[in-house]
């Protein structure tokens, strides 16, 4: 609990040669939050809106997108007035049932390259990737946003240790156990006298995070660690001190 968050400049929508970035910033920049410290070169005027989406981000993870995502209007045409359509759309707009391509630095190069074509899109990702714009509008830096890792320091550390012991356990126990034996792994002290206590409440939300990372699977009410998990909780084992590995049992 919950996510270390990264935002990527992946390219610039306007005119770099012409409106240089006066904040230096070059393509493949990343910022990143690991749920303690923000690290990387923040331009000033990027850090209210850069803030707001990561900390969002941090708690929901690659569940977190954009409320504009639930648009119909991203599939639909270009579209002209056309008021004798009035008495079926009740506005009076005539489809262009084409894509218009629109040249280099064209305000519509601002909007996803995926929005407003014919034929539509045919996957429901238009406005799903979670994007920020530099203000600089000449310029139009584009800053996509990621989730890279669980967090596993400040407020996240005893929740992020829980779920690395239930990925360890469940590796120990074969690699695959249905959730609700999940408890069965701990005794009395580790279950409640740690905090915070193994109970369902707590294990599904936090097996839930696991999922969204690929660190596991679950069907049927089974989870399975993958292999990406069983490198998390290898690497965790290595940061460990002989002290924690003991006191967790890994």
Not at 134 to 149: K, Q
Request: charged fraction near 25%; include cysteine.
């Amino acid at each position: 609990m919950p996510f270390k968050v990264k935002a990527t400049l992946v390219t610039w929508l306007g005119d770099p040669e012409k409106y240089p970035c006066h904040h230096m910033l070059k393509l493949g920049d990343e910022i990143t939050f690991d749920g303690e410290k923000i690290e990387g070169r923040i331009c000033p005027d990027m850090l209210p809106k850069l803030g707001q989406i990561m900390a969002a981000m941090h708690v929901a993870g690659p569940r977190y997108v954009d409320p504009g995502y639930y648009y119909a209007f991203w599939y639909a045409p270009p579209s002209v007035a056309n008021p004798e359509k009035a008495i079926y759309d009740g506005n009076g707009f005539e489809n262009i049932l084409h894509t218009f391509v629109e040249p280099p630095c064209h305000l519509r190069q601002l909007q996803d390259p995926k929005s407003f074509n014919w034929p539509p899109h045919p996957e429901r990702t238009v406005a799903k990737d979670v994007t920020m714009l530099c203000p600089d509008v000449r310029t139009s830096g584009l800053f996509v946003f990621s989730c890279y890792d669980l967090a596993d320091c400040g407020m996240d550390l005893p929740y992020f240790r829980r779920q690395m012991t239930i990925m360890d356990r469940v590796l120990k126990a074969g690699g695959t156990i249905k959730i609700d034996a999940i408890p069965n792994l701990y005794n009395d002290f580790e279950l409640l006298e740690i905090y915070p206590p193994i109970v369902k409440e707590q294990v599904e939300p936090l097996i839930e995070e696991l999922y969204l990372l690929d660190f596991a699977t679950e069907k049927d009410g089974i989870i399975t660690v993958t292999e990406k998990g069983k490198e998390r909780v290898a690497r965790f084992k290595a940061e460990c001190t002989q002290e924690v590995i003991d006191a967790l049992k890994l």
